[in-house]
């Protein structure tokens, strides 16, 4: 995966900004092998998108806490992220004691501090700049993402007093029935001084139901100490859902699904059933970009102006060119040339380059191979570890054997080659320019330009073979049948002559 980049490239550094990411849990609830912050929607892992929008807010430090599944969850961070920071907890369980050990790393930062958590991947760069603009617009000690949801099972509450003001964060667990039927949840996203931070932090203990050290209870001493605490309201509580099992997984796929299509829309791209159509965020559409119903555009595809892709296709870091169709085919890390046109039914394997114009039709397979400008695959073909030349046209039924059983081969074919239908290609083996080869050939030796390929037999056909060896048959009942109306047949026409 490729480093993040900002997309706004002349946004400064924020000297006075710092980011902790939150990716140390086990997750159990999704039951997986995978670490929850490395399970995959739109393209990247649910940490990996928290890291992007991180990225956008040019913070001058990024620390992410680890611990189940270290290496694994480390290493994914690091291939994103590489400037990023990454420590381990400790034995102490708890968010508290997460953002802890954080800020141990911070030890020479005297700035805000923006807490995110690796399992809330929609969460934008508008919605956090806005949040550490009210923070720092507040001079509040710490200010606190929350969202209102009609059923916030499973979130921490925000609890308020009399005058509207936020008093303290409960966890599910550890709230009391009415605490529990409030609608205000925290989404898990702070922004705090870091000094005032560290102060607080100490003075947190394990005294819960999880026996854990909360982050949480670090609003409650501020409150206590009459320090400012602040809540802002999501402006939508989509993006600020986490992630805890399969079920929350998928859906948070659906809604990013249904961003990214809609912003193609906007972009000027044709999606005419976006509920069945999955873009990831790391692909790209151009304007008047078509795209019928049942199609993925994974990972970084890029599809240029005016291409029509489906229906029911799927694109995986493949790369097509203007005015390109696309029909039920599915391709991965192919190129696809301007006004060329692929499928139906057709499959297109790694290192598959078609040129301009060219086709590869109905129910052919193509890898490791190149077809030049013009060049057409119609049908029922296989064509791996080739060089196609431009203006060809291979018959139905093509061909290349590339697999001796032990290597693999190249067949080259040149300029303007017209193949007969059912040719097999045996490599190594070249075709020259201008050749043709005969219907049923099997090319085994190279043909010279402009020449004539035949592998034929004369045909012989031996009389009475099927009642003879298959008796009783349906064939050879039909075969005798047939034979006493030719037999009736000729013996009129020689009464009549």
Request: hydrophobic share 40%; charged share 20%; proline share 4%.
């Amino acid at each position: 995966m490729p480093d993040i980049t900002d997309d706004n490239e002349t946004r400064p550094t924020d000297a006075g900004l710092a980011v902790i990411i939150l990716a140390a849990g086990q997750g159990t609830r999704m039951r997986s092998r995978t670490p929850k912050v490395l399970h995959r929607i739109g393209g990247r892992s649910l940490i990996g998108h928290v890291l992007e929008t991180s990225a956008t807010l040019a913070p001058a430090r990024v620390v992410v806490v680890v611990r189940h599944e270290r290496d694994l969850v480390a290493g994914a961070v690091l291939d994103v992220a590489p400037a990023a920071l990454v420590v381990d907890q400790d034995e102490v369980p708890g968010t508290g004691r997460a953002v802890e050990v954080a800020l141990a790393a911070l030890s020479d930062f005297d700035g805000d501090v923006l807490v995110l958590s690796g399992d809330v991947p929609l969460l934008d760069t508008d919605t956090l700049d806005a949040l550490v603009s009210a923070h720092r617009a507040s001079a509040a000690a710490v200010t606190l993402l929350s969202a209102h949801l009609e059923d916030a099972t499973g979130y921490g509450r925000v609890i308020r007093d009399a005058g509207g003001h936020v008093h303290r964060i409960v966890e599910q667990k550890d709230a009391t029935d009415e605490e529990a039927a409030g609608t205000e949840i925290n989404a898990g996203v702070y922004v705090f001084r870091a000094a005032t931070l560290r102060t607080h932090l100490a003075l947190v203990g394990t005294a819960n139901a999880q026996g854990e050290k909360y982050l949480t209870d670090v609003v409650g001493l501020l409150r206590d100490s009459r320090l400012g605490v602040t809540a802002t309201p999501v402006g939508d509580a989509a993006s600020a859902l986490g992630v805890n099992d399969r079920v929350q997984l998928a859906e948070a796929a659906r809604l990013l699904n249904a961003r990214t299509v809609r912003r193609w829309q906007l972009e000027g791209a044709t999606i005419l059933d976006p509920a069945t159509t999955w873009i990831d965020v790391t692909a790209s559409l151009a304007p008047d970009v078509t795209v019928l119903p049942n199609t993925h555009i994974l990972r970084s595809t890029s599809i240029a102006e005016g291409a029509t892709i489906g229906p029911d296709t799927s694109l995986v870091d493949c790369e097509v060119g203007e005015d390109a169709i696309v029909t039920r085919t599915d391709a991965t890390l192919a190129v696809i040339g301007a006004s060329a046109t692929v499928g139906p039914f057709a499959y297109l394997r790694p290192g598959t380059y078609l040129g301009a114009k060219g086709k590869i039709g109905t129910f052919v397979e193509t890898k490791n191979s190149t077809i030049g400008e013009g060049s057409k695959v119609p049908h029922l073909s296989y064509i791996g570890d080739t060089t196609i030349g431009v203006g060809v046209n291979l018959g139905a039924g093509a061909i290349t054997a590339n697999y001796d059983d032990v290597t693999k081969h190249r067949t080259e074919i040149g300029d303007h080659v017209h193949s007969g239908s059912h040719n097999v290609f045996v490599a190594p083996v070249r075709i020259g320019e201008g050749a043709k080869t005969g219907a049923g050939a099997v090319i085994r030796k190279d043909v010279p330009a402009g020449a004539l390929a035949l592998s034929v037999a004369p045909q012989r056909n031996v009389e009475g073979w099927v009642e003879t060896n298959r008796p009783g048959t349906d064939a050879a009942a039909a075969a005798t049948r047939s034979r006493s109306a030719q037999k009736a047949d000729d013996g009129a026409q020689e009464q009549d002559g």
